[in-house]
């Protein structure tokens, strides 16, 4: 931290006036529990989402408990390039936005590749979200303070080397290293998102933060494509038996949303091994803080999805 009070949510300040998009909003995950503590503070929230049924289920149980929440709807799949620019173009309506919380992910999925020829985790966690951030830019500019934090995970020190490779060339593919690659790209998109904010003088700071052990449905929706059901709902209560729960892990992502942080901080929890606990800034691997790797990935993720920002 850097002073001796820890961080809570009563450090999270009013939020009335502030527009905010959370992507990966379902029930129960950490976008539900970011974006029901920003609307219980008044901020107008856009919940973003692949399954217009799954975001009208966590727009009805965040009314259950904030009955005058300032709520919007959002779909979008990041695994397609396509939906994404729609939802970009619907967001237009949306005016200045204050925040971005690019929380959606899939984790550990079998081996898939997406419409656009993309490996899915990749193309998920990360060409999406490059390609979202640098879309909505003009209105986090046009917010005169604007805010971007992507939410990664432990698993990027399991990553050997940055995703730098042709993403449409098939390749030898294990799901759980491949998921650790998507979580380092997001910790190199967000350094070098920053440094490009900064040097061109942009109102906009770019953050990270991440979960711990978290309690959510991610692990088994990754591997059976659902939560309930059969080894799915096995997996899904070992996971709960054993983490924190899913709104502790939101925690450092409201602590990058509305704290008063510099850019390229990077929040987890204050735990033993950063599995759990009240969020503090915390530092990433050795291979995150590249910047030929943080550059590199960039010009690649330029290639891809056809935007050149800021």
């Not at 408990?65 to 390039?81: K, T």
């Amino acid at each position: 931290m850097t002073s001796d009070a820890a961080w809570s949510l009563a450090d999270v300040p009013d939020q009335t006036g502030r527009t905010v998009v959370v992507t990966g909003t379902s029930v129960g995950g950490l976008g539900h529990h970011t974006a029901l503590e920003l609307a219980r503070r008044g901020a107008r929230v856009v919940l973003s989402g692949r399954t217009p049924s799954k975001v009208e289920e966590t727009d009805a149980a965040i009314r259950a408990e904030v009955p005058d929440a300032a709520l919007e709807r959002l779909q979008v799949d990041l695994a397609s390039l396509e939906s994404v620019r729609r939802a970009a173009d619907a967001a237009s309506a949306l005016g200045p936005i204050d925040v971005l919380v690019n929380n959606a992910g899939v984790m550990g999925t079998p081996y898939s590749r997406t419409e656009d020829g993309l490996e899915l985790q990749l193309a998920t966690n990360h060409f999406g979200p490059f390609l979202l951030t640098g879309l909505l830019l003009p209105q986090l500019l046009a917010s005169g303070a604007g805010t971007v934090v992507t939410v990664s995970s432990q698993f990027h020190r399991y990553a050997r080397s940055a995703p730098l490779g042709d993403p449409r060339v098939e390749g030898r593919y294990s799901k759980w290293p491949a998921y650790g690659q998507t979580k380092l790209a997001n910790l190199l998109f967000t350094y070098e998102l920053d440094r490009r904010l900064r040097h061109a003088s942009l109102p906009v700071r770019a953050l990270a933060a991440h979960p711990g052990f978290a309690g959510t449905h991610l692990a088994a929706n990754g591997q059976y494509g659902r939560a309930r059901g059969g080894r799915a709902s096995i997996l899904d209560a070992a996971i709960r038996a054993v983490s924190q729960s899913a709104a502790a892990g939101a925690w450092p992502t409201l602590m990058a949303a509305t704290a008063d942080l510099p850019g390229a901080t990077y929040c987890g929890p204050a735990g033993l091994g950063e599995m759990a606990g009240v969020p503090q800034v915390v530092t990433s691997s050795r291979r995150s803080y590249d910047e030929v790797a943080q550059r590199r990935l960039w010009e690649l993720s330029q290639d891809v999805t056809g935007i050149r920002y800021p």
